[in-house]
């Protein structure tokens, strides 16, 4: 089965939630497109529905919306998700991945539709950043090297 992480985006508070998807659960997104709804219980979040609206494989590869298939495809794209052009008429063949999530995925990302009955906030357990690891980190050695 494919494990995959799922971005969960909050229009109303524009914060962004990760939820591990594994095992069973992943079966729920296998197979759906860009633009598909999903109800959120398959993830622990009751009452909500997510619409999915892209993700990207373990080599960075993102989802584009108008390729159809779970493949990756070299494509001439002029603009858009996974290409954006320094100067008008700039033209490039990247490579991307069509609109269907297949077990490839590292990371799918979903936003909010409908809420449910409890905030996001106590659904999804809180982990602390590696950002803010890395400050206090910081802190801690500068706080050391002034002794």
């Not at 591990?20 to 529905?49: M, S």
């Not at 409908?114 to 905030?119: I, M, R």
């Amino acid at each position: 089965m494919a494990d995959f992480k799922l971005v969960v985006s909050d229009p109303k508070t524009a914060k962004a939630y990760n939820i591990d998807v594994t095992g069973p659960r992943t079966a729920k997104f296998v197979g759906k497109a860009i633009g598909a709804e999903v109800d959120g219980e398959a993830v622990g979040l009751t009452g909500y529905t997510l619409v999915i609206t892209g993700g990207s494989d373990k080599d960075g590869v993102p989802m584009r919306k108008d390729l159809p298939g779970q493949g990756r495809r070299k494509v001439l794209v002029a603009g858009g998700v996974g290409y954006h052009p320094k100067s008008d008429g700039m033209r490039k063949r990247k490579t991307l991945r069509g609109n269907e999530i297949s077990g490839d995925l590292v990371q799918v990302n979903a936003v909010v539709k409908s809420y449910g009955p409890k905030p996001l906030e106590e659904l999804v357990p809180k982990t602390e950043g590696a950002g803010k690891k890395k400050k206090e980190e910081k802190k801690k050695a500068a706080a050391e090297a002034k002794k």
